[in-house]
Structures are given as C-alpha cells and as structure tokens.
C-alpha cells in the first residue's frame, strides 16, 4: 500500500505556525504597556509664569547654559523622581526664586543639584560645571544603563531590556537624536536631548518629551517616540530608573496629570479585532488538519 504523501501536512503545519506566530504577535502589539501611575510631566522651556523655571542657569561654577536651553536631562529626571513620590527642600537662599521650596519640579531639582555637588565639567567644555552627575541624584531610585547599538532603531536586545523595565513599572529616560547631528549642525550626533520612555503602543513607544515650544506652559509634550517635538527620535542611551512604586491612593506631587488612560496605553480595536481572526483561523486549520 502506497504511503500518503507527508508534504501537503508539513505545508498546513507551516502554514498554522505562521498563523500562531502573526496571531500572538498583533495580539502583543494591541495590548501594549503602560505604567501603573501617570508619570508628571514638565517642560524645560517653561519661561514665562510664576516661578518659571526655565530662566534658572543650569549647572553650577559659573555653567553658561540656560535652563531652558539645556535642562532636559534634569526636567525628565524631575518627572521621574516626581513620579515615585521623591520630594526635596531647598532654602531661600539657594532657591531660583528667593523662597524656600519642598516638593518636586525641574526648578527645585536644579536648585537642589547645584547645592548638593550634582554637576561636573562636561568634556569639552572651558569652564563651568553643567553636566549631571548621575551619582548625586536625590536617594530612592536605583539606575541602570544600556546602549542602544543601532542607528536606525531599536536593536532587539534594547528592546527586551525596555519592554521588561516597563512592564515592571519603571520608567526609563533616554538619550535621542534625530537626524544627522543635533539640532541639524554641529559635531554631537548622539544624546542630543532627553526623555522619559512611559509606556509602548504598537511599534512605537510613548514618551514625555521636556520641550515644549509654548514657554507659558510648564508641562512637557505627551507624544511618541517617531514624533517627538524636535523629530523622529532614535535612543542611543537609556537609563531605567528603578524606585518604590506609589500605592494606588497615596501621596502624589501636586500637579496637574493626564489620566493613565492617555499615558501609555494604545487603542487595541483594530489590532485585537485582526489578531483574534487570525487566532481563530488558525484553530479552524488546526480541525481541519486534525480531521483529515
């Protein structure tokens, strides 16, 4: 008796693994990541207003940027530290504004960092200290650091490392470019500005972005990755900020917040509605195959 032929089987096989495979990857992607808390969102460029942070100088030793200029890194460092509840007191005398300040926004954090050794010389520069110093942020969170090998995305290593940060609840802030260099000129091509990574929706992520073009606003831009306010930013640094996450219920700075809603979940409709046909479809081959 002449054997029946396995190759029509080993096709539908295929063909149902590759069903499976689709099926469970739209399903991801529908389903997303978010953060379990809003994370505060403030803005660099915030200048005009009460107790605008913005005209503050960065740094410290006679450090020639501006705030609103070069603050990013401290502005999302500030949205992070104020995301775990982490508050800190500075005197009139050290305060940009002449009064003492406890709480947690860019303004404070900078003020607290000049007084508390927190910038260093940058490489590069004449004088003044105006870099961070990773080691001098206010106690409660613990950092990590990676390199994201890859000039046109996210390599798949970065990717696993972020993905799981988030789902765990930190948040991470990143070092971006967009383009050839920053700003379109000059001779840095990486780290141009800093963000904070909240969430992921389909093939790209969520991010509060520290520049905001309106100066009377001192919240950041709610965005995503590939539309940034300077562009379509690609990481090469990041840092995930692990901390104490906040009880649902407790004590959270005082400012105004967009509903975890809009923080770092995507619309799942579409993408769940094809992920579920394919799912069924490839159940449907599997009786099919089964049967015969």
């Keep these: 008796m002449k054997e029946p032929s396995l190759k029509p089987r080993l096709v539908i096989g295929l063909f149902l693994l590759l069903l499976l495979s689709i099926g469970a990857g739209l399903s991801a992607r529908a389903t997303g990541i978010s953060l379990p808390h809003p994370v505060p969102s403030f803005s660099q460029n915030y200048t005009l207003g009460p107790d605008a942070w913005g005209n503050a100088t960065l740094g410290s030793d006679g450090c020639p940027d501006s705030f609103r200029v070069s603050g990013c890194l401290v502005t999302a460092f500030a949205s992070v530290l104020a995301y775990y509840g982490i508050e800190v007191s500075v005197p009139a005398a050290q305060s940009f504004t002449g009064r003492p300040a406890t709480g947690m926004d860019p303004g404070i ?9 927190g910038f260093g010389r940058c490489g590069g520069d004449a004088y003044g200290s105006c870099c961070l110093e990773w080691s001098r942020l206010p106690a409660g969170i613990e950092l990590s650091f990676y390199t994201n090998r890859s000039d046109v995305g996210l390599n798949p290593v970065a990717e696993v490392v972020i993905d799981h940060a988030l789902r765990q609840g930190y948040p991470i802030v990143a070092g971006v470019h967009w383009g050839a260099s920053c700003n379109g000129s000059g001779k840095q091509t990486e780290d141009c500005h800093w963000i904070v990574l909240t969430g992921k929706a389909g093939d790209t992520y969520t991010i509060l972005d520290p520049y905001n073009p309106d100066p009377t606003s001192p919240r950041g831009v709610k965005t995503t990755l590939d539309d940034g306010t300077r562009g379509s930013y690609i990481i090469d640094r990041f840092v995930v900020v692990t901390g104490t996450i906040p ?22 409709s579409l993408l769940d509605s094809i992920a579920v046909l394919v799912l069924l479809l490839a159940a449907l081959t599997a009786i099919v195959f089964a049967t015969r």
């Design 247 to 268: 009880a649902e219920g407790g004590a959270t700075p005082k400012i105004d917040h967009v509903p975890a809603s809009e923080e770092g979940t995507s619309s799942p």
């Design 109 to 117: 954090l900078n003020d607290w960092l000049r007084a508390h050794g």
